[in-house]
């Protein structure tokens, strides 16, 4: 009963913010995650939403109250430093406690994160090719947002101040308050119905059920050791490849995960810091424990103490500062969450799918719109093809493994952007081909109708990705621009001007195939 009291509540404050959010990326593209956490901070519940946002998150509660000491009724800490619990600049962190009326005691807390399509920085979008994190954005420690139930002006208007899009960035940080308070009003409610006492007890109960049944999954993988190893396709500066390497150990109901091995952190923006890699691990772990077990964990996931993660320092999956991280968050935890599924494959052929498109194919596009004079950033992920497993085929045009979001409909994009989607389709036969096949790409053609600023992120455009249990790899991407009558192919990562007209061609790699083809 609290299992789904606790994931309601987070679910409903998810639907909170999308439904005031005012950009599309929110709205639309539910571009944001939501949680319940404990007194101590441990994660009781979370909404279906993002899981690069989820895993991470239990850091961004824990630097919050490190930094600001006990949050008092009222309170609302704001964050988006990633070297302090946070993952890219962009993905702003709110955090509040929840306490209880009359009795005046901490019952929990309650964190919204969402992507914001502008924090600043170099390009529009703020997903930029930089070299360190001061060219990102604005970077926000730990601070107050509202004290004592009031806003702190300064800050409120220290983060406008800084980014392209004020006016949306206001409205969608009111979102995030918003949902704040609906998950506060309902966690009193569940409080004052069944009691402060029961309510930790069952809090309490949820994680325990949850770290019982982590430990019961792991103890169905045979004890061993497996290794893998992937790489990303360049930094935007310098060529690839870029390594992630992973020893996976398994001895009774203990997994340890060990990253040794992997490239030093590099130039470019694709440095993943530590939040980002647990967070890719504990969604892992926890896929492969709820297929063994033929059920789900509770929202929450638990505290995870069966799973030991070990990082080297200054590497590709644990940047310090002052490196680059904008695409750490996006692209480097696809490519971790792939390698993972590698070793895993080792130990248990028959359960684990192929690779899916390991990428999200970022696409920022800024500039001035003509029709109210005033910036417009747009922002988006976009879908493609989902890795075939023994029990079927992938799915075809969807967002998958780290990314959990929605491609934004064209009706909304050409609504609020100066943009016109020319084409929009599943990229047949993009899929790797076996005894189920992988799940198709998709091509979506977007024109600029002004001059504006593009930045593109994406992986997967040298070589598709990989078939398993000799299935076929899945086709690689396509970035391509066409201006008239002529089309160039664009590299991977890459940021230019263009002027009205002009057409970005995004097309996006298939998932690989499972099984021997009949």
């Not at 824990?62 to 000491?69: D, K, N, Q, T």
């Not at 590099?266 to 939040?275: D, H, S, T």
């Not at 997967?460 to 089309?487: C, F, H, K, M, Q």
């Amino acid at each position: 009963m609290f299992r789904h009291l606790f994931t309601a509540l987070a679910e409903e404050m998810g639907a909170s913010l999308r439904r005031t959010a005012f950009s599309p990326n929110i709205k639309e593209r539910r571009d944001y995650s939501c949680a319940l956490f404990c007194p101590a901070g441990h994660p009781v519940a979370q909404g279906d939403h993002m899981p690069v946002h989820l895993g991470a998150m239990p850091m961004s509660v824990s630097a919050a109250l490190e930094a600001l000491g006990p949050l008092r009724d009222g309170d609302v800490a704001v964050l988006n430093d990633p070297f302090e619990g946070g993952s890219h600049l962009p993905d702003i962190t709110l955090v509040a406690p929840i306490v209880a009326r009359p009795e005046e005691e901490l019952i929990g807390y309650v964190a919204a994160r969402a992507h914001h399509s502008d924090i600043g920085g170099m390009s529009p979008g703020s997903m930029p090719l930089s070299r360190e994190i001061y060219q990102e954005g604005l970077r926000i420690p730990p601070v107050l947002l509202c004290s004592g139930g009031s806003r702190v002006t300064e800050v409120w208007r220290l983060i406008l101040a800084n980014v392209r899009t004020p006016t949306e960035r206001a409205g969608d940080l009111d979102a995030q308050l918003g949902a704040l308070h609906t998950g506060i009003r309902r966690l009193r409610e569940i409080a004052k119905r069944v009691g402060i006492p029961r309510l930790r007890l069952a809090q309490q109960r949820l994680l325990d059920y949850s770290d019982t049944l982590l430990r019961e999954g792991i103890r169905r993988i045979p004890d061993g050791s497996w290794s893998a190893e992937d790489a990303l396709e360049g930094d935007g500066f310098t060529e690839g490849p870029i390594h992630i390497q992973a020893a996976l150990t398994v001895r009774d109901d203990e997994v340890r995960i060990d990253f040794d091995g992997s490239s030093a952190q590099v130039e470019g923006g694709l440095n993943a810091v530590a939040a980002v890699t647990v967070s890719a691990c504990r969604y892992v772990v926890r896929c492969v424990v709820e297929d063994l077990l033929e059920t789900s964990l509770p929202a929450g996931g638990g505290a995870m103490g069966a799973l030991t993660v070990d990082l080297p320092r200054k590497a590709v999956v644990n940047a310090e500062p002052p490196a680059a991280v904008a695409a750490g968050n996006v692209e480097t935890s696809q490519r971790i969450t792939d390698v993972l599924l590698r070793a895993f494959a080792k130990a248990l052929p028959d359960r684990i799918p192929a690779l899916s498109q390991g990428t999200m194919n970022n696409t920022a596009i800024g500039g001035m719109d003509a029709r109210s004079g005033a910036p417009f950033t747009y922002y988006e992920t976009v879908g493609g093809g989902m890795g075939a497993g023994p029990r079927g085929p992938g799915l075809s045009g969807v967002h998958t493994h780290m990314s959990n979001t929605l491609n934004t409909p064209i009706e909304a994009l050409e609504h609020a952007y100066p943009l016109r989607v020319l084409h929009y389709s599943i990229r047949r036969g993009s899929g790797g081909s076996g005894a189920q096949a992988g799940g198709d790409g998709l091509r979506r053609d977007i024109q600029l109708l002004g001059a504006a600023q593009v930045t593109l992120w994406t992986e997967r455009r040298e070589s598709g990705p990989s078939g398993l249990a000799g299935g076929s790899d899945g086709a690689p991407g396509e970035n391509v621009l066409i201006e008239g009558s002529t089309a160039r192919r664009l590299p991977g990562k890459t940021t230019f001007q263009a002027g009205p007209g002009v057409v970005l061609s995004l097309r996006t790699p298939g998932g690989g195939g499972w099984g021997e083809p009949s």
